[in-house]
Structures are given as C-alpha cells and as structure tokens.
C-alpha cells in the first residue's frame, strides 16, 4: 500500500508533529503550556491577525520574560506568487519526481523534448509558514538582487552607444562578425519585445564591434563625449551586462543563453581576478542549455527548431574553444547529445557551417591533449585542405576577408595538430611532418594579418589566438636551432609577430601579455648580441648592415606593414655576428636575473595547452 505524504513549498515531505513537553512551572499549575517549545516565535495562523498576532507576543512576554522581544514580521507586498513562476525542476532519475507528480496540483511536465526530463515545481507562497525575527538578520540572494536592479537602472542600463555610433557598430557586427558566429540569432532584425533585453542587446553588439579597427571613431558611451579607447569601452560594457545579468533581469532563459555565451567570447578581463570570466561565464551557458534541455534532439516539426539547433551549435563550438584557449575541460561530450552533431553543421549556413568544421577539427585535436592519451612518439592528425573545406560547406560566394578570418583559425588548428614526446620538444629537429606543418602554418598567419588582409579581417578572438601561436612557433626556431641563418630567420618572424600582437593589445589581453614577454626577450637578446659584437669586433658589420636596412625604407610611408618590415630586419644583424661563432648560444648570455624558464614554459606551453590558463600570472611576472 501506497501512502503519499504531503509536502511543503520546497517539495519535502513534512514533518510529523512532535508533542513538546511542559515546562516544570505548567506542570504544577496544571496550566497548558506555551514556554517550553524551542522556537522563538509566534506561530500563525492563516486567519489571525497583526493585532492578535502581537497581542499573544506580548502576553506570552509578560507571563514569562524571554530573552529576545519577539515581533510579528509584516506581510511584504507582492510576496505571494499568484502565478505560480516555475522556481525548481526535478529530473527523472529523482525518486521525489514521482512523488511530486503525484501529489502537487501546481507542477507541470517538462515539454522540451517529447516525453520530458522531468516537472517542474512552482514556489506556492505559505501562509502557514511561521515567521521568524531572524528572518530579517539572514542572507538574501533575492534582496541582494533587489539592491542591484536600483544600480542597474540608475547606471548599467544607461551604459550604451548613442543610435549615430551604434549604427555603425551594428553594420560591422552583422557584416563581420555574425556569420562566422551567430550566436544572436534573429534578435537583431526581429522587434524588440523587451527594454532590458533590447539594452543588452545593443550593448553586447557594440562590444564585439569594437576589436575591428573601423570602430575606433565611434568608441563613445555617451552622446557628443569623449572618444574612449577600446580598453575603457569594452570594460564598461562587460561589467554592465554582467551587473545586469547578476541582478536576474533577464528571464528569458534561451536569451540568457545567447547572452552568455556572446559575453563569454568577446569580453577582455582586466586584472588578474577576471582571467577565468570568460571561462566561467561559458560554464553557465552550457548550465542553462542543459536545464532546458536544448542538448536533446527535438522533432523538425517544432517551430524553433532550427534556431535551437543552431544555439546549440554556437554553445558546442564554443565549449570547444574556450578549452583551447584557456586550457579547460569540455562540458558538452557527444554521449550526452540527442542532436547528430554532423546533421546540425551541415544544416548551417555557409559561413558558420564552415566555422564549425574547422571546430570538429579542434575537437579532435583536443583528444591529443587529454590525460592519457600521451603519445610515446611523433603524432600528427590528417587535416583535409582548406580548400576542399571550402567546397564542401558550400562557402565559395562568401567575401574573402571572412575566409581569411576562418583560414587563420584552420592554420591554429594546423599547428596544434601534432604532438610530440616530451624528451624531443626542445630538440632542434623535430619530426620533418611537424616541422613543416607549423612553420608553414605560422608564416601563412603572419601574412594574411600582417599583410594580405590587414585591418581587413573579422576581428574575433581566434585572430590573437592564431597569431600567439605563430609566436611560439617562431621562438621554437630561435630558441632551439644550432645554424645561425635559421635562428636569424626565427628572430624575423618572432619580431613581426610581436609587432602584430602590439597592434592588438590594446582589445585582447592575452596579446597583451605575449607582448610584455616578447619584447624582454628581445631585450636581452640586444643586450647579448652588443656583448658578443664587441667580443668579436663585428661592431662595423652589424652597423653596416643596419644602416643599409635603414636607408631602403626611407622612402616607404609609415604603417604597421613598415613597422614589421623595419623590425624584422634588425634581425639581419645578427647573422653577421653569429655566423662567425656558429655554436654560440645567445641565450646563453642573457642575464642570469632574467628568468628564461618563465618564458619557455609560457611560449612552448602554448603550442601545448599548457600555459593558456595562466595568462595572467605571467602578466603579472613580466609586466
């Protein structure tokens, strides 16, 4: 036999009713006793009264002093929940969903997918619940909450682009940036329902605008203010739309989704107790994707389909990402997935079907760096060519600057795609199949941003990423060969490479911090090069050869395609100066107060997920 007990708000089962026993006084008085409970309270009733409640208090206080004055808490307004908001689900798998079913009128199946995952469980105000004076003494996310939405409307929502400034920063958004990721979906063209929503919208666009070098001129928060550099806009608009996602001012939850993940993204933190943001803020995307079950597959039938669909397409590749960039475990695995992950790439439009396969690629390569699956020798995963990719995601009429954008991240994935024993990553000839795939993948980066498509290219957190990538392959080069030409030759593109990073990182911090590494090293490396030129008296050589370099770009107009040009022929110097000594190491001379450790940990770990989730500390090391 079956018995259902009745529950209370929070969905446990209530306690039987103990019976209390009467104090010594009561006893001998034969009196009914009211003293001895062990709460401090006035019990309620749903028909008592304020009046009759704070006359028992004061009875009860006069009969027999306690040591606290008790008072009746007053009904606040709008407390009670007439329309029963959904406040808690209960998957399946929990025994209490059987029981909740059964016995709470209020719950309602989950529909998201056919059969549900479970109820949901609305919050029923209880007017029998006592009341408590330490109530009010006790922690409140909700009061907390209530104090933040006064912030957010006095200062967060008002933190947006004049229209003049956004419109520009909206066309550059929907022309580079949402059809390599379309994370919004239609929110941009469909009307806006919401004023919260339609600020964070316009506030998440203008953020992501902002890395592109045509939205410099329009960096302002305020109509007819001051220009801001990309380091103060962006900051004040991440920790607005943090500030109003914390106050829980956007219910929509697929929204909220959309949101996070965008934020997650685009923003840049700015000390070092911001580093794991981006990181964090992904995790409670895939937390929110899995509460509403958007993970399991729904009949094509249903009329939002495929924007969940491509939502969970958007949150898959960016779990993938953040784990390459921040060296994060992946949240969403394939065995917990209803959708077939190829049928939804292939259902995308051209642009995004093709971020995604360079993505599935990144999956793959990922597998090379889990616990375990350490390989004794060289390893390289086959990756079909760019090209053929091209083809088959159909992306053949998309503008070139978009397909560059998308060949940098393929030439990332490239580099990473092989993986070498620990005992020969510090050798100077790795395996000829290694070796060659990232060089030419690190020189195909440094072209295309340097020079094919500079300032031209859709300015999303894979361009840094590929271009810190190129870095480490070129300190490799330096740090490593034993033939002077080619460690002059490494030198080059670790100059322009450090060129092109300093021309970034004034929107992505982990640019930032190459930057503030590469450059000591390239300290030290002129500080052991002028030690060495006076040893072997190369001084005129070196001269020479600077002052020829020098003279051919006189007539060159300035840009960042001439300041790569005019660094990366200081390198040319060293040749004439090392090719005398061929063994010699200029690493070897740098300072020993220079913590070179730090920096080949940081650059080499690069090209192994090592180091990415420590970017600040080595901004803390070496800026």
């Known amino acids: 036999m079956v018995r259902f007990v009745e529950s209370d708000s929070t969905g446990l089962p209530l306690k039987r009713k103990q019976v209390a026993q009467a104090c010594a006084r009561c006893r001998r008085r034969k009196k009914r006793c009211l003293h001895n409970h062990g709460e401090h309270y006035v019990r309620e009733t749903p028909d008592s009264s304020p009046e009759s409640r704070e006359t028992t208090a004061r009875a009860l206080t006069t009969e027999d002093p306690a040591p606290l004055e008790l008072e009746p808490l007053p009904d606040r307004p709008g407390s009670r929940n007439p329309e029963g908001h959904a406040s808690r689900f209960i998957g399946d798998l929990s025994p209490e969903a059987i029981l909740m079913e059964a016995t709470s009128l209020c719950s309602h199946r989950d529909v998201s997918v056919r059969g549900g995952l479970g109820i949901w469980q609305p919050r029923a105000h209880d007017s029998t619940k006592p009341t408590s004076p330490f109530v009010l003494n006790a922690p409140s996310r909700q009061a907390v909450q209530d104090l933040l939405k006064a912030y957010v409307w006095s200062h967060c929502i008002a933190c947006c682009p004049p229209p003049s400034d956004y419109a520009v920063l909206r066309r550059i958004y929907l022309e580079k940036l ?38 410099t001129r329009y960096l302002r928060l305020n109509p007819g203010g001051n220009l801001l550099s990309r380091h103060e806009f962006c900051n004040s608009l991440s920790n607005s739309i943090q500030t109003i996602i914390d106050a829980g001012l956007i219910t929509d939850r697929v929204f909220l989704i959309r949101i996070l993940a965008a934020l997650s993204l685009y923003m840049q933190p700015s000390c070092p107790d911001e580093a794991d943001i981006p990181a964090l803020l992904n ?9 509403l079950g958007l993970q399991m597959a729904s009949e094509d039938s249903y009329t939002n389909s495929q924007a969940i669909r491509s939502l969970f397409c958007c949150v898959w590749a960016l779990d993938r990402i953040n784990s390459a960039f921040y060296g994060r475990a992946c949240l969403i695995h394939e065995r917990d997935v209803g959708w077939d992950i190829d049928d939804c790439i292939a259902a995308q439009a051209p642009p995004f079907r093709l971020f995604l396969m360079i993505v599935a690629l990144l999956d793959k390569v990922i597998g090379l760096y889990r616990p375990g699956n350490r390989q004794e020798k060289e390893f390289i995963t086959e990756l079909p060519i760019f090209e053929q990719m091209i083809l088959d995601a159909e992306a053949t009429r998309v503008p070139s600057s978009c397909l560059a954008s998308l060949e940098i991240f393929y030439h990332s994935v490239a580099i990473l795609s092989s993986q070498s024993p620990s005992e020969n990553r510090s050798t100077a000839l790795p395996a000829p199949a290694t070796n060659s795939r990232r060089s030419l993948a690190a ?3 440094t072209s295309i941003v340097g020079q094919e498509f500079l300032g031209q290219l859709s300015y999303l957190p894979i361009i840094p990423y590929g271009v810190s990538l190129s870095l ?28 092109l990073l300093k021309s970034l990182d004034d929107t992505f911090w982990t640019a930032k911090t190459m930057v503030a590494m590469a450059e000591q090293v390239l ?60 063994d010699l190491d200029v690493f070897g001379h740098f300072d020993p107060t220079f913590n070179l450790g730090a920096v080949d940990a940081a650059l080499e770990g690069n090209l192994d997920f090592g180091a990415s989730s420590n970017w600040f500390d080595w901004q803390q090391l070496w800026g």
């Open 178 to 215: 949402d059809p390599i990721f379309p994370v919004l979906g239609g929110h941009l063209t469909a009307p806006v329902q919401d004023e919260i929503e339609g600020k964070v919208l316009q506030q998440i666009v203008s953020l992501a605008a902002a890395a592109d070098p045509g939205a």
């Open 283 to 291: 995790s409670r995307a895939v937390h929110q994707m899995h509460t």
């Open 443 to 445: 020189d195909r980066i």
């Open 472 to 499: 480490s392959v070129s300190y490799r080069k330096m740090r490593h060969s034993n033939i002077p030409m080619f460690r002059s030759r490494g030198k080059q593109a670790f100059i322009a490479n450090t060129t």
């Open 523 to 582: 300290q030290e490396m002129d500080k052991a090069v002028a030690s060495i030129t006076q040893e072997t008296g190369l001084v005129d050589a070196s001269k020479k050869s600077d002052s020829t370099s020098r003279g051919n770009r006189e007539m060159s107009s300035p840009g960042i395609g001439d300041a790569i040009a005019d660094c990366t022929s200081q390198g040319v110097t060293e040749i004439s100066v090392l090719e005398a000594v061929p």
